[in-house]
């Protein structure tokens, strides 16, 4: 099964390459371009079939490495 999981800063919390990027779209003459996020996708293949088992298993990856739950928030779509 293909899990994917999206991890993004949470809301107040600083992102200098977010930052990085607006100013650099603005330079480049993007000046629609308001409040760039810097994110990452990790893209899974597990073997099993149970969805709530998948599910439960990302779910425990996520909190051990995937994301810093501290600073950062996640998204798992099966």
Do not use: W
């Amino acid at each position: 099964m293909k899990v994917v999981v999206n991890v993004k800063l949470k809301d107040g919390v600083l992102d200098p390459a977010g930052k990085a990027t607006e100013h650099a779209l603005t330079s480049l003459g993007f000046s629609d371009v308001d409040n760039v996020r810097i994110g990452k996708q990790i893209i899974l293949d597990i073997n099993k079939t149970s969805k709530e088992d998948v599910l439960k298993d990302v779910k425990k990856m996520c909190e051990e490495l995937l994301a810093n739950t501290v600073i950062e928030e996640y998204e798992i779509v099966l």
